[in-house]
């Protein structure tokens, strides 16, 4: 019963979280800077007018993938709580392959980003938005990856 309450926690809270990607991930950059990402971004980058706009493109594009790379990263993250109490090897290694290939796209995404903000920013400032970006997409992931319980984590702490 208790394994199954623990499951059943573990859902809910996922499900709560995957409902508000957007807002966790403001809220994360928020918490840490006091500012919208947009807001941090441009701060960041300090870009003349003119390569303000040409970013922009490049910047909308790139957000638009990673909230869709994100959402499939949730719903990886919910299919792992609701397995979570019955996961079989099976299960674990889609789980796995979903989350490798979920990494894969990202680095696709941080390469094909840079290469289209080189043209229009140059490769400084292009350097500067992936470094930036892979800093902000680290802290959210440590955020999120302290919710959510290790393979027999909860396991082992009954037997403690």
Do not use: C, H, W
């Not at 500012?35 to 003349?48: A, C, F, G, P, T």
């Not at 594009?61 to 996961?87: M, P, V």
Request: overall charge positive.
């Amino acid at each position: 019963m208790k394994k199954f309450l623990i499951a059943l926690l573990l859902v809910v809270s996922v499900n709560s979280f995957a409902q508000s990607l957007e807002k966790e991930n403001l809220d994360v950059i928020q918490s840490i800077y006091g500012r919208s990402k947009s807001e941090l971004v441009k701060q960041y980058m300090n870009l003349s007018d003119e390569q303000t706009s040409a970013f922009l493109k490049v910047y909308e594009s790139y957000e638009a993938e990673r909230k869709s790379l994100g959402l499939t990263k949730l719903k990886l993250i919910d299919d792992y709580a609701i397995n979570y109490a019955t996961l079989t090897d099976a299960k674990a290694d889609e789980l796995a392959k979903g989350l490798l290939k979920n990494n894969l796209s990202y680095e696709k995404l941080y390469s094909k980003t840079y290469n289209k903000a080189k043209k229009v920013i140059g490769a400084i400032n292009a350097a500067k938005f992936v470094q930036l970006e892979f800093y902000l997409q680290t802290a959210i992931s440590s955020e999120i990856q302290d919710s959510i319980p290790f393979i027999g984590e909860i396991e082992k702490s009954k037997v403690n």
